[in-house]
């Protein structure tokens, strides 16, 4: 009946937060950095690979606003 009182909150991640925690790695075992991640994400939604990066840095690399300011800009 209290078991919730127990359980510790849970805090809001950010995109780029969740992929930091991720350890993922390409097939040559070469940890591929957030940052790449975050523009493949963007690329993989079609837009270009220097857009995708311009938003992000505008953005300070949040993808979820970056990625809205690319479609609000289109």
């Known amino acids: 009946m209290f078991e919730s009182l127990d359980k510790q909150p849970q805090q809001h991640v950010t995109p780029v937060e969740a992929i930091q925690q ?3 790695s ?3 075992n070469i940890a ?4 790449d991640l ?6 993989d939604m079609g837009f270009s ?6 938003a992000l840095e505008r953005f300070n690399w949040h993808l979820e606003s970056a990625a809205q300011y690319l479609v609000n800009k289109n």
């Open 26 to 28: 390409s097939s040559n």
């Open 49 to 54: 690979e220097e857009a995708s990066k311009e």
């Open 38 to 43: 975050a523009i493949e994400e963007l690329t």
């Open 32 to 35: 591929i950095s957030p940052k």
């Open 22 to 24: 991720q350890q993922i």
